[in-house]
């Protein structure tokens, strides 16, 4: 079985640099024997030093966000280079909270994605309709879209504890399949828990999970995790 990719998003969360450190430490020491998944955490910003200081390499660290220009004078933002030096391999683009809270398009996202690329970060694409597919990856090559990870995140179900029924979801990862190619990596995302998880990889064909909410409570997301580790 190829190896299963599960994503922490702790968005916004913890409040402390305390309650960071703590989950953390929690998850790794719960994820100790892994080997059929591949784990990315993406804290805040502030907390990625720290993290990728504690981390082991079984667990990969990832930004929330990161900005189209490689550094000048854009207040707030934290470039591609800057993850990278940190340790980082990871980025998620164009989350639907962007979109919504910050007004992100789809051509900011497809800038986004093209510096990731070229700096060899790994971009984890959020879309929540196969229409956002094309616009955000206008102008990127066949070859370089099989560096992306996408992620099918419905919005009716990001922290509402519904999730897209198994046959919805499966006909979402089979469009863009037809689009994109069988090479691109897709995950879920929406009120995972250690409940449904099991059905969006071994039902709708997901190769991994975007959790939110369930990434925050250590106990869940490692049962999580083991839940996908253990599947034949
Ligand atoms: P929840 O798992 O809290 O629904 O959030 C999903 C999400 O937005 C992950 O990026």
Known sequence: MDKKLIVANWKCNPTTFKKAELLFDL??????????????????????????KKRETSIKTGGQDCFWKKKGPFTGEVSPDMLKDLGCRYVIIGHSERRRYFSETDTMINKKLKLTLKKKLKPI??????????????????????????????LF?????????????AEFNLSIKRILGDKVLILYGGSV??????GFIQESGFQGLLI?????????????VKNIDSLR
Not at 30 to 49: A, R
Not at 193 to 198: D, F, G, L, Q, V
Not at 212 to 224: C, T
């Open 27 to 52: 998850i790794k020491k719960g994820l100790k024997n892994i080997k059929n998944v591949e784990v990315v955490i993406c804290p805040p910003f502030v907390y990625l030093t720290t993290i990728n």
């Open 193 to 198: 828990s250690s409940k449904n998880a099991r």
């Open 157 to 169: 179900a990001i922290g509402t504890g519904k999730t897209a029924s198994p046959e919805k979801a």
């Open 212 to 224: 939110g909410g369930a990434s925050l409570r250590a106990k869940e997301f490692i049962r999580i």
């Open 125 to 154: 694409l959020c879309i929540d309709k196969i229409s956002q597919v094309k616009k955000d990856l206008k102008g990127i090559s066949r070859g370089e879209i099989k560096n992306i990870v996408l992620a099918y995140e419905p």
